[in-house]
């Protein structure tokens, strides 16, 4: 993949003498005016965090307003991992004064949030845990973390190891909304009602979740993924949205491909995934799939390399708009059609930022990558390094490209220097 390099100037790095990080794309982890930035700081990196082995994090703020790297705790978690970090964002409405995360009480033994206001330097705590916040900053999405250790080691939390939700489903696990207000959460979808959600056969004896869910800007709807590791094996991902108001929802991608998205505005979304075809059709169902499919697969990877072109046509698989209101879905960005990445919207809505992984067997290094979807063309902000035995492992370092609220600024995590920091770009021009 050859690309135009253009040049973003970098304005911040995280200090090379300690381990910074914040995890997952599309969040808030820039306040609203583009002054403060919400970091984790971390001892061991050469591990899936493990609270047994007395793991935790520091939480606090760095200022890009000057060169100062002082960073200021304002408290701990000792929830995190890798991927997603312990989900610490800027809250609306303003962005710029609560940040909430995750953590857990020991005590009571269940996952909590806490949300710190920094004017006045306090903590609240809540007694459930986050997965995805609504703008007015009132309520938020969550999972059932205890069961998602059983499915996701490395976007899930070591606190709680219940051996009751290690099963192919687990009753009464779904998608909940929590009110910060009354501090009480109701269940909006349950995996029950998915199952019976046109039914397919490659999900007998398949082990399901719920994971990603994304709101819309203006909180009206949003989207997840229902997915589930089959028999036979591999993952089958179901994208569904959820509206709000009508407490209804529907499927808008069922090819069984569907990786990472993110809102281009209140009716549309990016991603990354396959549109549905002949190939992808057949791997729904099982009998085929243990019949043909699993026997030929060793063949067709020792012939047919993951990443490339032919693979991606074969899967249906590449960078593709899908309109929530018409269900319609179309290929973009063809000149990322191998690149799967972790996209996020610039304001303007016709540039998106995404990155690319780190791999091995073809010495790829990881990407920074402006699309602008007007020109339909690809742009190299940055190629960093990374720690090559770490790549394409649970502990690899993603760089997962967050744009800040007002459209100006871009960070992202990296390994670049033989540590874990977090480096900071103005947006550049294109």
Known sequence: ???????????????SDKNFFFGYFNTHQISSDDTSLIALKCKSIDRV???DDGDFAEIGLFSLKNNIKEFKKFGLTHSFNWQQGCLAQFIGPDFSNKIIFNDFNKESNQYISK?????KATTEVLPFPIYAVFPCGTKALSIDFE????????????????????MKVVPDDGIWVSDFKSKTKKLLISLEMLLDESPISNMINATHYLEHMTISPCGSRFV??????LEEGGIHSRFYSYDMQTEKYHILNDSGRMSHFCWQDNNQIIGYGGIQNKINKLRKNKTFVKRFFKPIMPIYKFFVRD?????KKLTGDSYININVNSKKIKKIALDLITEDGHPS???????FITDTYARLDINQRPKLIAHDLNLKKSFCIDELGSIKEFDESPIRCDLHPRVSFSGKLLSIDTMDKGYRGIYVYEMPKL
């Open 147 to 166: 069961r998602h250790f059983w499915c996701r080691r490395g976007y899930s939390y070591g606190n709680i190891k219940n051996n009751e939700k290690n």
């Open 49 to 51: 965090p493990n609270p």
């Open 115 to 119: 949300i710190y206001n920094i004017s």
């Open 224 to 229: 997840f993924l229902h997915r589930w590791k």
């Open 345 to 351: 919207i610039n304001p303007g809505n016709h540039v």
């Open 1 to 15: 993949m050859i690309m135009k390099r253009i040049k973003a100037k970098r304005i911040f790095e995280t200090p």
């Open 307 to 311: 990443s490339s072109v032919i693979s």
